[in-house]
């Protein structure tokens, strides 16, 4: 019993300090669990509705398309002021900080000084060249925050020392001017609304907060402590505080907010009677004009939702209440009653008490977010229960057990099930550590990706990465290489880690002639269905790197480190010079048992390194790409042996017959050496990635 209890304390007290702290890497964990609460509540039904006082009108993609690129002239602006002229509070998810000319900032001036109901955003800044004139400060500082009271001689608020305003003409005749400034968590996904900031000693408000004053014609009041907001008071009801500074945004279901593109407003398509009495949030949604913020319901929320909800939750109390006190109580009840269970001698009924509450906890937790809108922390009471539960009936063999499942789940997504099998004998491998081994390096990269990502939308953008990464991986794993990472549309793998396989220079090569043969015969698909064609680029390296599980204690990745890794990638990114699709090293070509066609391409010094390397392109064997690679090579030869002129005729003479993209590199070079004779010739090309 002393042992259990021991245990029951130490799992108690070690949950609730983890609690207290919030370790980072726990606090993303838990962050993402308490997500799936919204995504619950909307499942089920139950999520509240956007307010009908509040409208978004968006600088969206039709908007752009029908009225021409961002930033609009103020004209523009000016036109949609004036449409807007009937809303109670026009609050603008924008900052007009330069001047565009006397013409159109007077007439911006004078629609908004006609309207009376506008309100600008600025900035806060950590960092900036300049600040504000004098005159531009004291026109902030009409919008500065007075209505609270001060508990103690400092004020729990962040201080921020610049800022970024809109033009002094403007603010003359703003209403008001709110802050825009968002504070991600942790894990860079924006779940809160910041609710008050210091800045030169005084107390600015947010856009949201600004647009609710206005719109009520009712202020809020605020107590201010070194612990921050200590109480907010608006129309006469307490509101809650997260954190000090916070307000936490109760969340609505996107796609059931009605945005009106800004052009149907400037075209008066819109009726301004429609704005009537409202308070309309101006904000652009457009891909590529706003800043992408991450939240619990969309990875790519337009920042001006952040403002409109946090307006909406206030005029309609829908406010998220959480209460540290009831989370400290869960843990504490969820590490007791899985104690007293324990205590039960029959299994079955052990069992079946221990279900209900893996069951009940959970069910209870989302319900009472769902319905009450009230947040009870879910994993840290979670993991008290489920860690009280592991000791109390044996967490030794528990623990046993569970590490050999995690082990086949962690790696089987990226090595193959042979090498797997492997691993499992011997779990030992996966300590903190590593080794020398000699390996051969694969990098992968989709040429012009940046591109790529612009033409398409998020959605599209993740399905074509997944269908293109998913066969890639299967070539990789088939061949008996270990997938070490994804680096965005980039692939590293790695042959002869963690065991030994033979042949592993061959099976790095056969891997990539397969994965650019996939990729071709993946176009038809890829350009009908998001209209697009993928090439890639593939680097292969072989030498001894040191390989292991780098990282800490809590997290650890199995990689490989070293110049045999930094040359593979260099190597990937000279596709882009020479116009291949693979490029081997003479190391890698050295170890090759099997036959393959190669031509070699060049004697180059990549960044990071200084001896020269002979590097050389990986050719599907045919007729026509054998001829090509013996008349290039003569031709290098001559480049090599510094007769320019004679071998830019072979060049020229390769570019045509075979339309070798390569060979029109060396044109160029040959011309280039032909007219800036080097003083000293080595043969040795300095690779700078393009």
Known sequence: M?????????????????????????????????????????????????????????IDERSVNEIGRWPWSRKVIARLVENLSQAKVVALDIVFSERENPESDQRLREAIESAGNVILGFFFRFNASQEPGEYAMSLLQDSEFLRYKLRGNTVGLLDIPFVEISIPELLEVALATGYLNAEPDPDAVYRNYTLAHLYKGSVYLPLALQALRFYKGKDIEMVLSPRGIEKLVFERKRTPVYQGR???????????????????????????????????????????????????????????????????????????????????????????????????????????????????????SYLLFSLLSLEINFFYPFSAMVLTVMSQEGIRVFTAERSVRELRRAFSSYVSPQILELITRDPHRLTLGGEKRLITVLFSDIRGFTSISESLNPEDLVNLLNEFLDPMTEIILKNGG???????????????????????????????????????????????????????????????????????????????????????????GLNKVYKTDIIISQFTKEKLEGRFLTRKLDVVVVKGKREPVPIYELLEDSERNRELSLAFEKALEEYLRGNFEGAMLMFEEVSIRFGDKTSGVFVKRCKEMIENPPKEWKGVYIAREK
């Open 482 to 572: 270990m997938l070490d990472k994804y680096i965005g549309d980039a692939i590293m793998a790695v042959f002869n880690a963690p065991v030994d396989i033979d042949r592993h220079a061959d099976r790095a090569c056969e891997s990539a002639l397969e994965m650019v043969r996939k990729t071709k015969e993946m176009n038809a698909v890829f350009s009908r269905d998001f209209g697009v064609d993928i090439r890639i680029g593939v680097g292969i390296n072989t030498g001894e790197a040191v390989v292991g599980n780098m990282g800490s204690s809590l997290r650890f990745d199995y990689t490989a480190i070293g110049d045999t890794v930094n040359l593979a990638s260099r190597l990937e």
């Open 246 to 364: 916070f307000h936490k945004i109760n969340f609505y279901d996107i796609p059931t907010v009605r945005v009106i593109p800004a052009v149907d407003v400037i075209e008066g398509r819109i009726k301004k009677e429609f704005f009537k009495d409202r308070a309309v949030f101006v904000g652009a949604t457009e891909i590529g004009i706003y800043d992408v913020r991450p939240t619990p319901m969309d990875p790519v929320t337009p920042g001006v939702f952040l403002h409109l909800f946090t307006f909406s939750n206030f005029i309609e109390d829908h406010f998220i209440y959480h209460f540290v006190s009831l989370d400290l109580l869960a843990i504490i009840s969820l590490s007791l009653l899985p104690f007293l269970i324990s205590l039960y001698r029959n299994f079955y009924r052990r069992i079946f008490l221990y279900g209900l509450l893996l069951v009940g906890f959970p069910l209870g």
């Open 2 to 58: 002393r042992i259990r209890i021991i245990a029951l304390l130490t799992v108690t007290l070690s949950v609730l300090f983890l609690y207290l702290l919030k370790p980072a890497i726990i606090e993303r964990f838990s962050l993402r669990i308490e997500d799936t609460k919204f995504l619950v509540r909307s499942w089920l039904g139950l999520s509240p509705e956007l307010t009908d006082r509040a409208v978004l009108v968006a």
